[in-house]
Protein backbone atom coordinates (compact mmCIF):
# COMPACT_ATOMS: atom_id res chain seq x y z
CA UNK A 1 0.00 0.00 0.00
CA UNK A 2 1.59 3.16 -1.05
CA UNK A 3 1.82 6.67 1.35
CA UNK A 4 -1.27 7.70 -1.12
CA UNK A 5 -3.28 5.57 0.37
CA UNK A 6 -2.69 6.17 3.88
CA UNK A 7 -3.48 10.05 4.18
CA UNK A 8 -5.45 11.66 7.50
CA UNK A 9 -8.66 12.90 7.48
CA UNK A 10 -9.31 16.31 5.64
CA UNK A 11 -12.32 18.48 5.46
CA UNK A 12 -10.55 20.18 2.52
CA UNK A 13 -9.90 18.79 -1.09
CA UNK A 14 -6.95 15.86 -1.48
CA UNK A 15 -6.77 15.09 -5.32
CA UNK A 16 -3.86 12.65 -6.40
CA UNK A 17 -1.64 12.83 -9.44
CA UNK A 18 -2.71 16.41 -9.93
CA UNK A 19 -1.19 18.13 -12.69
CA UNK A 20 0.68 21.62 -11.55
CA UNK A 21 0.54 23.87 -14.59
CA UNK A 22 -3.22 25.58 -14.27
CA UNK A 23 -1.66 26.31 -10.99
CA UNK A 24 1.26 28.35 -11.97
CA UNK A 25 1.72 31.45 -14.24
CA UNK A 26 3.99 30.16 -16.76
CA UNK A 27 1.59 26.95 -17.01
CA UNK A 28 3.94 24.37 -17.22
CA UNK A 29 5.07 21.72 -15.02
CA UNK A 30 3.92 17.91 -14.22
CA UNK A 31 1.85 16.53 -11.62
CA UNK A 32 2.33 16.87 -7.79
CA UNK A 33 1.82 13.40 -6.04
CA UNK A 34 -0.88 14.66 -4.43
CA UNK A 35 -2.25 18.66 -3.94
CA UNK A 36 -4.09 19.24 -0.49
CA UNK A 37 -6.60 22.19 -0.48
CA UNK A 38 -7.01 22.86 3.23
CA UNK A 39 -10.55 23.49 4.34
CA UNK A 40 -8.82 25.91 6.85
CA UNK A 41 -6.00 26.07 9.75
CA UNK A 42 -7.52 23.57 11.49
CA UNK A 43 -7.63 21.30 9.11
CA UNK A 44 -3.88 22.15 7.66
CA UNK A 45 -2.58 21.13 11.32
CA UNK A 46 -4.49 18.02 11.28
CA UNK A 47 -3.23 16.92 7.88
CA UNK A 48 0.53 17.78 8.71
CA UNK A 49 0.15 16.04 12.21
CA UNK A 50 -1.40 13.07 10.90
CA UNK A 51 1.09 12.51 7.27
CA UNK A 52 3.52 10.29 7.19
CA UNK A 53 6.84 12.92 8.55
CA UNK A 54 8.71 10.81 5.58
CA UNK A 55 6.65 12.78 2.72
CA UNK A 56 7.87 15.68 1.03
CA UNK A 57 5.58 18.45 1.63
CA UNK A 58 6.25 21.41 -0.58
CA UNK A 59 3.95 25.01 -0.27
CA UNK A 60 2.45 26.56 -3.50
CA UNK A 61 1.13 29.63 -2.89
CA UNK A 62 -0.27 31.77 -6.15
CA UNK A 63 2.65 30.03 -8.60
CA UNK A 64 3.71 33.19 -9.66
CA UNK A 65 7.51 33.45 -8.99
CA UNK A 66 7.44 28.91 -9.34
CA UNK A 67 9.10 27.23 -12.19
CA UNK A 68 7.50 23.57 -12.06
CA UNK A 69 9.27 21.04 -13.64
CA UNK A 70 8.40 18.76 -16.16
CA UNK A 71 8.57 15.54 -13.99
CA UNK A 72 6.11 16.50 -11.54
CA UNK A 73 6.90 17.27 -8.00
CA UNK A 74 7.39 14.32 -5.26
CA UNK A 75 5.26 14.18 -2.28
CA UNK A 76 2.17 16.91 -1.06
CA UNK A 77 2.08 20.34 -2.82
CA UNK A 78 -0.03 22.74 -0.28
CA UNK A 79 -2.09 25.24 -2.04
CA UNK A 80 -3.97 27.38 0.36
CA UNK A 81 -7.15 28.83 -1.18
CA UNK A 82 -10.44 31.34 0.11
CA UNK A 83 -10.19 30.62 3.83
CA UNK A 84 -6.58 32.25 3.96
CA UNK A 85 -7.08 34.88 1.64
CA UNK A 86 -8.53 37.25 4.84
CA UNK A 87 -7.61 41.14 4.93
CA UNK A 88 -8.32 42.86 7.45
CA UNK A 89 -7.16 46.19 9.19
CA UNK A 90 -6.33 46.21 12.67
CA UNK A 91 -5.72 49.41 13.86
CA UNK A 92 -2.91 51.46 14.80
CA UNK A 93 -1.80 51.33 10.89
CA UNK A 94 -1.51 47.65 10.69
CA UNK A 95 -3.40 45.12 8.61
CA UNK A 96 -3.89 41.23 8.66
CA UNK A 97 -3.13 39.23 5.79
CA UNK A 98 -3.78 35.49 4.96
CA UNK A 99 -1.23 34.18 3.82
CA UNK A 100 -3.56 33.32 0.25
CA UNK A 101 -4.13 37.29 -0.04
CA UNK A 102 -2.84 39.01 -3.43
CA UNK A 103 -0.38 41.12 -2.54
CA UNK A 104 -1.73 43.60 -4.84
CA UNK A 105 -5.62 43.02 -2.59
CA UNK A 106 -2.82 43.84 0.46
CA UNK A 107 -1.82 46.88 -0.83
CA UNK A 108 -5.36 47.96 -2.09
CA UNK A 109 -6.86 47.62 1.29
CA UNK A 110 -4.47 48.95 3.07
CA UNK A 111 -5.04 52.22 1.24
CA UNK A 112 -8.94 52.30 1.41
CA UNK A 113 -8.10 51.72 5.24
CA UNK A 114 -5.57 55.09 5.21
CA UNK A 115 -2.58 52.60 5.98
CA UNK A 116 0.39 53.96 3.94
CA UNK A 117 3.71 51.98 3.63
CA UNK A 118 2.21 49.06 1.56
CA UNK A 119 1.64 51.04 -1.95
CA UNK A 120 5.07 48.82 -3.10
CA UNK A 121 2.57 45.44 -2.61
CA UNK A 122 0.48 47.01 -5.56
CA UNK A 123 3.48 45.91 -7.95
CA UNK A 124 4.85 42.72 -6.80
CA UNK A 125 2.78 39.27 -8.36
CA UNK A 126 1.84 36.42 -6.26
CA UNK A 127 0.64 36.38 -2.39
CA UNK A 128 1.06 37.22 1.10
CA UNK A 129 3.04 33.51 2.03
CA UNK A 130 5.47 33.62 -0.81
CA UNK A 131 5.99 37.63 -0.29
CA UNK A 132 7.43 36.38 3.20
CA UNK A 133 9.28 33.77 2.64
CA UNK A 134 11.59 35.88 0.22
CA UNK A 135 11.29 39.24 1.27
CA UNK A 136 9.31 40.23 -1.78
CA UNK A 137 9.63 43.87 -3.02
CA UNK A 138 9.74 46.07 -5.28
CA UNK A 139 10.54 49.90 -6.51
CA UNK A 140 13.05 49.78 -2.97
CA UNK A 141 10.41 48.84 -0.32
CA UNK A 142 10.34 44.95 0.83
CA UNK A 143 8.08 42.98 3.13
CA UNK A 144 11.04 43.74 6.03
CA UNK A 145 10.03 47.11 6.10
CA UNK A 146 6.69 46.79 7.14
CA UNK A 147 6.71 43.05 8.65
CA UNK A 148 5.26 42.73 12.55
CA UNK A 149 4.93 39.15 12.92
CA UNK A 150 4.59 35.99 10.61
CA UNK A 151 2.01 32.49 11.24
CA UNK A 152 2.78 29.79 10.16
CA UNK A 153 1.67 26.03 10.84
CA UNK A 154 5.03 23.09 11.64
CA UNK A 155 5.88 19.78 9.64
CA UNK A 156 4.45 18.69 13.01
CA UNK A 157 1.01 20.64 13.01
CA UNK A 158 2.11 22.98 15.17
CA UNK A 159 0.75 27.24 14.85
CA UNK A 160 4.20 29.31 15.38
CA UNK A 161 4.81 32.45 15.26
CA UNK A 162 7.91 34.95 14.19
CA UNK A 163 8.67 38.55 14.70
CA UNK A 164 10.11 40.23 11.79
CA UNK A 165 14.00 39.39 13.77
CA UNK A 166 12.84 36.07 13.78
CA UNK A 167 12.30 35.66 10.08
CA UNK A 168 16.36 36.91 9.25
CA UNK A 169 15.56 39.11 6.27
CA UNK A 170 17.73 39.63 3.82
CA UNK A 171 17.57 40.08 -0.10
CA UNK A 172 14.75 38.38 -1.64
CA UNK A 173 15.39 35.66 1.53
CA UNK A 174 14.16 34.48 4.62
CA UNK A 175 16.90 32.33 6.86
CA UNK A 176 13.86 31.00 8.84
CA UNK A 177 11.94 30.22 5.12
CA UNK A 178 14.91 28.93 4.27
CA UNK A 179 15.27 26.39 6.86
CA UNK A 180 12.05 24.72 5.77
CA UNK A 181 9.27 22.60 7.61
CA UNK A 182 7.08 25.63 8.11
CA UNK A 183 3.68 26.55 6.03
CA UNK A 184 3.10 30.42 6.02
CA UNK A 185 -0.10 30.82 7.15
CA UNK A 186 -0.24 34.72 7.58
CA UNK A 187 1.27 38.12 8.31
CA UNK A 188 0.91 41.56 10.05
CA UNK A 189 1.95 44.65 8.52
CA UNK A 190 2.54 47.86 10.05
CA UNK A 191 2.27 51.29 7.66
CA UNK A 192 1.41 54.67 8.80
CA UNK A 193 -1.33 57.11 8.81
CA UNK A 194 -2.30 58.89 5.41
CA UNK A 195 -4.82 59.98 3.50
CA UNK A 196 -6.43 57.23 1.43
CA UNK A 197 -6.51 59.14 -2.03
CA UNK A 198 -2.82 60.07 -0.96
CA UNK A 199 -2.07 55.97 -1.04
CA UNK A 200 -4.41 55.30 -4.01
CA UNK A 201 -2.48 58.18 -6.33
CA UNK A 202 1.02 56.41 -5.45
CA UNK A 203 -0.27 52.97 -6.20
CA UNK A 204 -1.79 54.56 -9.58
CA UNK A 205 1.70 55.59 -10.19
CA UNK A 206 3.00 52.05 -9.45
CA UNK A 207 0.69 50.06 -11.07
CA UNK A 208 0.99 52.27 -14.30
CA UNK A 209 5.09 51.97 -14.47
CA UNK A 210 4.80 48.54 -14.11
CA UNK A 211 2.43 48.04 -17.45
CA UNK A 212 4.66 50.27 -19.11
CA UNK A 213 7.75 48.06 -18.11
CA UNK A 214 6.70 44.79 -17.42
CA UNK A 215 5.36 42.18 -19.73
CA UNK A 216 2.56 41.30 -17.17
CA UNK A 217 0.15 39.67 -19.83
CA UNK A 218 2.08 37.28 -20.62
CA UNK A 219 2.79 33.27 -19.03
CA UNK A 220 5.72 34.90 -16.66
CA UNK A 221 7.38 34.79 -13.60
CA UNK A 222 7.94 38.19 -12.53
CA UNK A 223 12.05 38.81 -12.13
CA UNK A 224 13.93 35.42 -12.96
CA UNK A 225 17.15 36.34 -11.54
CA UNK A 226 18.02 38.72 -8.08
CA UNK A 227 20.24 41.62 -9.00
CA UNK A 228 24.00 40.86 -7.73
CA UNK A 229 25.40 43.74 -5.57
CA UNK A 230 26.31 46.76 -8.00
CA UNK A 231 24.27 45.44 -11.09
CA UNK A 232 21.00 45.41 -12.81
CA UNK A 233 20.05 41.69 -14.00
CA UNK A 234 18.41 42.61 -16.52
CA UNK A 235 21.09 44.91 -17.85
CA UNK A 236 23.46 41.75 -17.77
CA UNK A 237 20.59 39.53 -19.89
CA UNK A 238 20.40 42.67 -22.44
CA UNK A 239 24.50 42.90 -22.75
CA UNK A 240 24.73 39.40 -23.36
CA UNK A 241 22.02 39.30 -26.12
CA UNK A 242 19.50 37.53 -24.88
CA UNK A 243 16.86 39.65 -24.57
CA UNK A 244 13.98 38.73 -27.36
CA UNK A 245 15.62 35.49 -28.42
CA UNK A 246 13.80 32.70 -28.54
CA UNK A 247 15.36 29.02 -26.95
CA UNK A 248 12.48 26.13 -27.49
CA UNK A 249 8.80 27.63 -26.41
CA UNK A 250 11.01 30.27 -23.84
CA UNK A 251 12.39 33.96 -24.31
CA UNK A 252 13.56 36.82 -22.60
CA UNK A 253 10.94 39.22 -22.54
CA UNK A 254 11.51 42.08 -25.23
CA UNK A 255 10.02 44.66 -23.29
CA UNK A 256 11.86 43.52 -19.88
CA UNK A 257 15.04 41.32 -20.27
CA UNK A 258 15.20 39.85 -16.54
CA UNK A 259 11.38 38.42 -17.33
CA UNK A 260 11.40 34.85 -18.98
CA UNK A 261 8.26 34.04 -20.36
CA UNK A 262 6.26 31.19 -21.95
CA UNK A 263 6.08 32.47 -25.65
CA UNK A 264 2.75 29.52 -25.76
CA UNK A 265 4.37 25.95 -26.07
CA UNK A 266 7.55 26.13 -23.92
CA UNK A 267 8.01 23.74 -21.40
CA UNK A 268 9.81 23.59 -18.08
CA UNK A 269 13.04 22.67 -19.12
CA UNK A 270 13.39 24.60 -22.25
CA UNK A 271 12.97 28.09 -19.19
CA UNK A 272 14.79 26.64 -17.30
CA UNK A 273 17.24 25.69 -19.91
CA UNK A 274 17.13 29.32 -21.60
CA UNK A 275 17.69 30.57 -17.40
CA UNK A 276 20.48 28.41 -17.24
CA UNK A 277 22.20 29.23 -20.64
CA UNK A 278 21.92 32.79 -19.70
CA UNK A 279 23.49 32.16 -16.27
CA UNK A 280 26.42 30.50 -18.10
CA UNK A 281 26.80 33.42 -21.16
CA UNK A 282 26.94 36.45 -18.00
CA UNK A 283 29.41 34.47 -15.96
CA UNK A 284 31.74 33.40 -18.74
CA UNK A 285 31.63 37.43 -20.28
CA UNK A 286 31.48 39.59 -17.17
CA UNK A 287 32.39 37.09 -14.40
CA UNK A 288 29.16 37.49 -12.79
CA UNK A 289 27.47 34.68 -11.14
CA UNK A 290 23.36 35.19 -11.95
CA UNK A 291 20.99 33.72 -9.23
CA UNK A 292 17.92 32.48 -9.68
CA UNK A 293 15.08 34.51 -7.85
CA UNK A 294 12.87 32.38 -9.45
CA UNK A 295 12.32 29.00 -7.30
CA UNK A 296 12.31 25.70 -9.21
CA UNK A 297 11.13 22.56 -7.95
CA UNK A 298 10.16 19.26 -8.64
CA UNK A 299 11.97 16.75 -11.06
CA UNK A 300 13.23 16.99 -14.71
CA UNK A 301 10.98 14.62 -17.46
CA UNK A 302 12.20 11.60 -17.54
Known amino acids: MSWKDKLPEVRGRLLKDEPLAPFTWFRVGGPADVVF ?50 VEPRGEARIFAGA ?16 AGLEFYRGVPGSIGGAVMMNAGCYGAETKDILVEAYAVTRAGERVSFTNAEMGFSYRKSAK ?13 EGRPDDPAAVEARMAEITARREASQPIKEKTGGSTFKNPPGHSSWKLVDEAGWRGKPFGGAMFSPLHANFLINTGEATAADLEGLGEAVRADVKAKTGIELEWEIKRIGRPAG
Open 37 to 86: LPADEDDLAQFLKGLDPAVPVTPLGVGSNTLVRDGGVDGVVIRLGKAFAA
Open 100 to 115: AALDATVAREAGKAGI
Open 177 to 189: AAEGGLIFTGALF
